[in-house]
């Protein structure tokens, strides 16, 4: 019995065990995801679609040639915003627990200080993540 703990002292736990780790998409999940994996010592490489983070947040006026997709090699829209989109969560909800969705906490990035803010706001809340 004395031995079995030994054994099992010695050996690193699933939890400690450092490994590769992806993260698709760069939207609000997929950043403390990615964060929360670094803080537990894993390395980890996020991958999104388009050039920024924001995920589906962040608003093109881009649309689809195709919307059906019957054209093979259309280029494909990221995001299904729309241009005045706004949140149906009070910012006080949205926010993560280290870092409150309020003008204060995003570093001079907040572009909306009202309560249910606009896709510009939590993209530039995401940014200051």
Known sequence: ???????????????????????????????VTARELD????????FEASDQVGGLWRYTPEVEADPLGRQGGAARVHSSMYADLRSNLPREVMGYADLPCIPECMGGRSVDSRRYPSSDEIVAYLEAF
């Open 39 to 46: 803080r537990e010592g894993h390395d980890v490489t996020v």
């Open 1 to 31: 019995q004395v031995e079995q703990r030994k054994r099992k002292a010695g050996r690193r736990t699933h939890s400690t065990m450092q490994k590769q780790v992806a993260v698709i998409g760069a939207g609000a999940a997929g950043l």
